[in-house]
């Protein structure tokens, strides 16, 4: 028996020269690609596919279990519902992804995962205004500035905003056409932004399909943590897409996509109905929250 590199089983070595040597005549069988990104592409999805399948040496039934199921994963994707995305996100490979392309720059504002609910489109909203446009919730006042990471003001950054209701729903999610819960604001000429949102609540990502099931069967909660989605975009400066969340939501540390990240972990400050809040809206006698959240943008091209 050869010793076993990395967490792979001992296999006689006539089975591992064997094994090696379909990997390497399938990587080879790349090396004509003109192409040399999808060369490098291929050639490291190949080795590591293969590492994968001599680790875990599944039985013929795993192999078409797997099968069946990227099949199941493929059925559910539709122009509505993107299963193979929700598949990358509870996997962490979208949160992966987000690292590698959101290189840590200065004080530059962490990103965090996408998520399948942004509209394009969304409604104008003045500063100060309401993106909640009806959704149910408690009202929250969000402020904050825009800035990059040499401190200077970015006047007119495009803020887009976007939170399910208290219900846990995304407006596009009830299917009766009503536009809530999402719209887009332009910093003033300190990089300030202020507006009224409704407080974030935990819900579950879409989990009656395949991966739902994926994570029923390993005992994970398709639950998000509590988060407002931002994305913020200004003329030579890198795109930022992240959420803010809650702090003292229950759900931080086991978030069912891997998007939580303590710096984006923010005091959503709770006021009684009789607080009056910061521009004196009339609030029917609700009790309303405040947060802030102060974005730095690094430097870079808007993608
Ligand atoms: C979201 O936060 O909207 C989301 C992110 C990933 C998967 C599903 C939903
Ligand atoms: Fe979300």
Redesign the pocket.
Known sequence: MSPAPDDRPEVPPEQAAREEELVDRVVESFAGAEDERLRTVLSSLVRHLHGFLREVRPTEDEWKQGIDFLTAVGHTTDAQRQEF??LS??LGA?MQTVAINNEAYADATEAT?????FVEDAPEVELGGDVAGGAPGQPCWVEGTVRDTGGRPVPGARIEV?E?DEDGF?DVQHGDGRTAGRGWLAAGPEGEFRFWAVTPTPYP??HDGPVGRMLAATGRSPM?AS?L?FMVTAPGLRTLVT?IFVRGDELLDRD??F?VKESLVKDFVAHSADETPPDGRDLDDRDWSSVRFDVVLAPGEPT
């Not at 995962?113 to 609910?117: H, R, S």
């Open positions: 995305i929700l996100d509870t979208s995962v996408f998520g399948p609910f976007w399910a995304y990502i879409p998000r988060h989605h959420h069912s996509v998007g």
